[in-house]
Each structure stands twice: as C-alpha cells, then as structure tokens.
C-alpha cells in the first residue's frame, strides 16, 4: 500500500460556509485530482440539502483501478460493489460533481452508523487508489478530527458500537449527554458539538467502554504527518461568514430541506435518528412534530449553524501547519508551489 511522506495531499479546510467544495473543485481542475470527503453527514444518501452536498450525481465512468486498490469495509462495500456491477466493462459508478471524482459522498444508508475509524480505513484505500492512478488526493470537509485521523494516522480507540447502550443513551437528552461527559472527561467536553447526540453517544460508548477518557486528538499537528500534506484554509471575518451562512440557510429552505426531512422521515428514519445528525436535522425535525414554529425553528437553526463554526474555527486555530488564503488565486499558486517541490 502506498504510504509515505514522499506522497503529495492537499487539505482544503475552513468553517461551514466558507466556499470548500467549490475550491476544491477548481483545484482539482486544475491539478488532475480527485475529491475524498471529509464530511460526516454528506456520507449519507438523501440528505442533500441538509448537508449543504454539492449537486453531484452517480455516473458510470472509466476507472482504472491499480492492483493495489482493495475493498472498502462492509457497510459501504455491499453497495458500491453492487453498484459497480450494474456499469459496463472497465467503467465504474462514480459520484462525480463539475466531472470531478468526489469519494466518500452519499453512499450509506441513514439508518446505519459510520465512524470516524471506519472512514480513517476507507480513506486510506482511497488515497492509496488515487495516487495509485497518478492522480492527485484533495481532502475537503468539515469534520476536522476525521481529517486529522487520516492526515496525522491517528491510533483511534478500537471500541465497537454498542447497540444497547446506545438505546439507552438515545433515550437521554443531548444536554443529559453533555453533563455527563463532562464529568466523565472534562477535557473532550471542551470540544465536542454539546448539541450533536451522535458525537455525544460515540463518546459515551468509549469511555464506557475503556473506563477511560477519549484519547485527545486535538494536539496532533504536533505528529508528523502521513503524506507530504498541504493544509490550505478559508476563513471569512466573521460578519462575511454569518452572513453567508443565514443566506445559505434562507436558499436550502427555499429549495425544500423542510421537504427533505420530511422525506426521510417518511422513509423509515425516526424523529430521534433525525435529531442525531444535529443543526437542519434536529430542528426542522422539531418543527415538523409542531414543537417549534417556523420563526422559531429558522432563529435556532442560523444561532447553532454560527455556534458550530465556531468551534470549526477554534479547532483548526490549533494546526499550525494551514495555510490562511485570501482567495482562490492564493491556493492555485501555494499548490503549484507545493506540487512542484
């Protein structure tokens, strides 16, 4: 498997909003790459505009696949695999947005879980693939410690989902889940999204679990990185971002994500699996079972939107290795730089 610094990365980070997948598109364009996501919601099918997903669509294309390249894990496989064989030879299901390849995007069930260890393994693979093929990996997201995992080869707690205890905890409310963590583990308390029930319940699940706190991974630009890596990141004074943020929410609802959770509902995903996924999910979900008005909903959603990037941006203040940009121009000639070193 191919696994060394020798071997080139570019990492697109920046908080909600911000313009990361229309970037990474450009400089895949321009460099011959190919998009991994680093997002932990866009993975899911069917939630579109929820997830602010780029438009992309599956397609079956050529795809030379070196000998090197294995299976992703069970959950994702079954379906890829499946997929793939519906596509004439030496073609594969691809999802593709602009004609860029973007891996890791809506691909799994709602109903099932994906962890940040599930995706360090399948991003590894990829990577390893794309490379492989001569082509260059770009990682886009906002799922910074999912970023990290992969970039810094993070040991993750090797602490399998707990169907039961998961029940339970799915039972208490996100602020029941906050104050435990809290006084369980102090320090991972300071960084985890207090509202995302997911995040919270996985961290219960380990603590419980090992009878220890979750291994810090917030110190890891200190590591030495797995692959020769460039980190560019987008960051917008504040009053741009807040506003780019309340118009993003304004056109997704104009667009139908009340429609979207509607949908999914419908489709078999409770109330409380909905509410899980945090910020659109949780409250339109509110509003769909009456317990917020619309005004209300809309108010709640844009402050937890602005609360959450926030702590993206406290999160990536830590990586000393990003590179703040400015504008696009910025990142085609630090990569050019970077590529040709």
């Known amino acids: 498997m191919i696994h060394d610094s020798k071997f080139k990365i570019l990492v697109i980070i920046g908080p909600t909003s911000s313009g990361k997948s229309e970037l990474a598109v450009r400089l895949a364009k321009k460099f011959n790459g190919e998009i991994i996501s680093c997002d932990s919601r866009q993975i899911y099918k069917g939630m579109n505009l929820g997830t602010g997903k780029v438009a992309g669509k599956w397609q079956c294309l050529p795809f030379a696949s070196h000998p090197e390249s294995v299976a992703l894990n069970e959950g994702s496989e079954k379906w890829l695999v499946d997929k793939t064989r519906t596509c004439a030879n030496n073609q594969h299901l691809l999802f593709t947005y602009k004609n860029i390849p973007h891996h890791l995007i809506d691909f799994i069930n709602p109903k099932k879980q994906y962890s940040a260890a599930l995706f360090q393994r399948d991003a590894k693979k990829i990577v390893t693939d794309v490379l492989a093929r001569g082509k260059l990996p770009i990682l886009c997201g906002g799922t910074a410690h999912w970023i990290d995992a992969l970039v810094y080869n993070q040991q993750l707690p090797d602490v399998k989902p707990n169907a039961k205890l998961r029940k339970q905890l799915e039972r208490l409310s996100a602020e029941c889940l906050f104050a435990r963590i809290s006084r369980l583990d102090p320090k991972r308390a300071k960084t985890i999204d207090r509202f995302n029930k997911r995040h919270l319940i996985r961290a219960l699940e380990i603590i419980i679990a090992t009878g220890k706190a979750v291994p810090p991974l917030t ?104 590179k703040w940009i400015k504008k696009p121009s910025d990142a085609i000639k630090m990569s050019k730089i970077f590529l040709l070193q």
């Open 219 to 322: 110190t890891v630009h200190c590591s030495l990185p797995t692959y020769d890596t460039l980190w560019l990141g987008i960051n917008p004074p504040q009053k741009i971002l807040f506003a780019k943020i309340k118009n993003r929410l304004k056109y997704r609802l104009d667009q139908g994500m009340i429609k979207e959770v509607r949908r999914l509902h419908n489709q078999g995903l409770s109330y409380k699996r909905l509410e899980s996924f945090g910020l659109e999910y949780k409250f339109v979900s509110l509003y769909l079972q009456k317990k917020l008005s619309y005004d209300e909903m809309f108010r709640q959603l844009f402050t937890a939107i602005k609360q959450f990037s926030k702590r993206q941006r406290r999160w990536w203040k830590r990586n000393k290795d990003i």
